[in-house]
């Protein structure tokens, strides 16, 4: 698998910590978000999805807020663990079918 | 399943090349992506297929780069002549758009022009 050595934000947290991704996108019109994690070297995986109707939504370890008046997403992990270290991308849907916009991502590393 | 499935994972090839990227999607899936992944400009969408037919191929930087999808099973990404700003990952991904969004992409694969 492949990945590219990107520029990013990176947020730096302690093992057992919580972390939280932020997002910001730019189409009120969006009806559909996704989080993708990237880990080195491999394609990016879904986390989890939101819809637009909704402002929170829950997963395993994972927490998904969205704020439709600031279009502002976040990403909670909780209990962070090493192998949650990645890169994590948020992903608008647009156009009326499933075409997504990636954000710039943020890396996140986790230390012992 | 196994998966989307890109090949080669690597390609170095010289400036004036043609490079020939391939993708099979994971069975059933009637949607195909084709992402390109630089530093400079993160994740774009290069060109999406439904049903083997581009929808929407507006991300396809110039001529020299053009995609096919011949049957539900196979596509591939061209680009020639290569120049060293092709130099990328370049990510394959595909979605049973049955009701969800989500895309399964593959490992990619690494293109280097010199």
């Known amino acids: 698998g492949e990945s590219v050595g990107l520029h990013l934000p990176t947020l730096s947290v302690q093992e057992g910590d919580n972390s939280i991704i932020n997002c910001a996108y730019s189409?009120?019109?969006?009806?559909?978000f996704i989080w993708y994690k990237q880990e080195s070297g491999k394609g990016p995986q879904f986390i989890i999805d939101?819809?637009?109707?909704?402002d929170k939504r829950q997963g395993q370890r994972v927490t998904v807020l969205l704020n439709k008046t600031v279009k502002h997403l976040s990403l909670q992990i909780a209990a962070t663990q090493p192998g949650d270290s990645a890169v994590y991308f948020c992903?608008?849907?647009?156009?009326?079918?499933?075409?997504?916009?990636f954000g710039a991502g943020t890396r996140l590393a986790v230390h012992p | 399943d196994a998966g989307v499935i890109q090949s080669p994972r690597h390609e170095v090839t010289e400036m004036g090349q043609e490079v020939t990227l391939r993708c099979k999607p994971i069975?059933?899936?009637?949607?195909l992506f084709w992402y390109r992944q630089t530093m400079m400009r993160g994740l774009e969408l290069l060109i999406y297929?439904?049903?083997?037919?581009?929808?929407?191929d507006s991300g396809m930087p110039e001529d020299r780069f053009s995609a096919k999808m011949p049957n539900a099973s196979f596509s591939t990404l061209k680009i020639q002549p290569s120049e060293p700003r092709d130099s990328a990952v370049y990510f394959c991904?595909?979605?049973?758009?049955?009701?969800?969004?989500?895309?399964?992409f593959g490992p990619g694969t690494r293109l280097t022009v010199t």
């Open positions: 939101i819809r637009s109707n909704m």
């Open positions: 297929f439904n049903n083997n037919v581009p929808i929407d």
């Open positions: 069975s059933g899936h009637n949607s």
């Open positions: 991904a595909s979605s049973s758009g049955l009701g969800s969004y989500e895309q399964y």
């Open positions: 189409n009120s019109a969006s009806d559909y």
């Open positions: 992903a608008e849907v647009r156009g009326g079918y499933n075409k997504l916009i």
